[in-house]
């Protein structure tokens, strides 16, 4: 005797179409991504997938460690507790995981890696310690698999709308299971770290993987800023089991509030200080705004010569700009959005990164005719890079 089939009430188009059982996994239920269709459950969850939301202010910024007190890293909001379980290991025996997912994870080493190492200082090693951590952290593997499915849905000839839908959905799982753990433990240390840069290189791959106009794209910025201070917040407790591994690398100073030495500043932010000396702010925003060119000026002066130190500058001047400047630019005031395209400069010099490509070109020029003929003399030069020799774009 045949039977039955037991509908699901909420499942996809697609599984109902072919009378399956849909598991009702979203963004993309788990037979649409295992034969490769586009599920209709396929949504960008970008605008609601990463917020940061503060359990308590008074997070240790000096490596001691200190139970629950963490950043809550949420795709929803929602507040929940970032941390490390001893059970993580036995979590991978639970999984699913296909087929695709090992190919992804092939690549990782054939591929994703090696080109890493043009842009990240230590990026094969930090690739290959990933893929060891990740055997005893479920939440780093599906991160792993995630920016592994991601980049190849950069490269010619791939199924780009399938493995940017797969990569959404393995980030948030990973999300869900970093969420849940009570707190972060000295012996995973390394791998919440390695966890927090694949996460922020996933969501700055996802604020311009839509082709969307340019207040969306500023709505889903704020968003990524809040997660960078979130990965400070999240790392800081364990940083002293962390940089030792980490050698000579930039990223020391990320959980620090103290500027390193990297010589006499150069110019490139001259034009930001002289717009910040003209303007009548008040003390708050003044602020923000003077910490953000400072930290702005210290990447372009840590990038010069350095080509393999232009993704870090990336991703390290989110974590160091002030939440108030993040208010700023979701404000659109004109100054916070002028830096912001002299920010974008750093994000043209690593268009060859994978996850950037040409967010950096589409920032200067889509904030250039947002302004309008009023304020473009303050953006002069961060147009003259996208047009000037290899000496101004490099």
Known sequence: MRSSHRKSRFGCRECKQRHTKCDETHPS??????????????????SSMVH???????LPLDGNIKTGSSEAITPDGDGCKVAQSPSLRRDLLHEDYNIVHFQLLYH????????????IPKGQELFKSSVREAFTAAYL????????????????????????????????RSLTKFNAQHEITEDYAMAAFLYTMLLGQLVLFDIFSHGEDLASILDRF???????????????????????????????EWVSDGVPSLGEPNSECSPLWELLGRSDFSASPRQAYSSSIEALQMMFDYTRGRPTNRMMAVQEWLVRVPMDFVDLVSQRRPEALIILAYYAVLLHRARGFWAIGGAGRFLIRSISSYLGEYWLQWLEWPNEVLNGPPALTE
């Open 29 to 46: 239920c788990y037979n649409c991504t295992n034969s490769k269709r586009q599920c209709s459950f396929t949504r960008s969850t970008a």
């Open 52 to 58: 940061i939301q503060p359990q308590r202010s008074d």
């Open 108 to 119: 990782v080493g054939d591929r994703l890696s090696s080109d890493a190492q043009q842009f």
């Open 141 to 172: 593997m599906d991160a792993l698999i995630a920016v592994a499915a991601a980049h190849k849905s950069t490269l010619p000839g791939e199924d780009q709308a399938f493995y940017q839908t797969e990569a959404m959905r393995l980030l948030t």
């Open 222 to 252: 704020a968003h990524c800023m809040k997660l960078h201070h979130g990965i400070r917040k999240v790392v800081a407790p364990v940083w002293h089991k962390v940089q030792p591994i980490l050698g000579g690398c930039y990223l020391a």
